[in-house]
Nanobody
Framework: QVQLVESGGGSVQAGGSLRLSCAAS????????MGWFRQAPGSEREGVAA???????TYADSVKGRFTISQDNAKNTLYLQMNSLKPEDTAMYYC????????????????????WGQGTQVTVAS
């Protein structure tokens, strides 16, 4: 059974940085695409960044140049380095995984993913 556990959220001032981690178990990296999503109160969940099964990386326009997604295959862990944080980045952040072979914008769609973590809260103060 696939399990995803996020950590690393917290409260920071605007302009600050945070690194989120997603510890994964129950699958091998080569058989899954993985992504980060976020959901602010009153808003729909949106894709932030993702890595496809082929290793391709996709970012939402709103985070390009500020966020970096990466993975440590030895630790089976996905990361999201978030720099130059803005108040509008405040949200619950979720890690997701799927066996989909999708690439590009498909990786930022919620329905692409089967497995979800419980989320970690990020709050950016102005």
């Amino acid at each position: 059974q696939v399990q995803l556990v996020e950590s690393g959220g917290g409260s920071v001032q605007a302009g600050g940085s945070l690194r989120l981690s997603c510890a994964a178990s129950g699958y091998t990296r080569s058989s899954a695409c993985m992504g980060w999503f976020r959901q602010a109160p009153g808003s729909e969940r949106e894709g932030v960044a993702a890595i496809g099964r082929d290793g391709s990386i996709t970012y939402a326009d709103s985070v390009k140049g500020r966020f970096t997604i990466s993975q440590d295959n030895a630790k089976n862990t996905l990361y999201l380095q978030m720099n130059s944080l803005k108040p509008e980045d405040t949200a619950m952040y979720y890690c997701a995984a799927s066996s989909s072979r999708g690439t590009g914008w498909l990786l930022l769609l919620e329905w692409t993913y089967t497995y979800w973590g419980q989320g970690t809260q990020v709050t950016v103060a102005s």
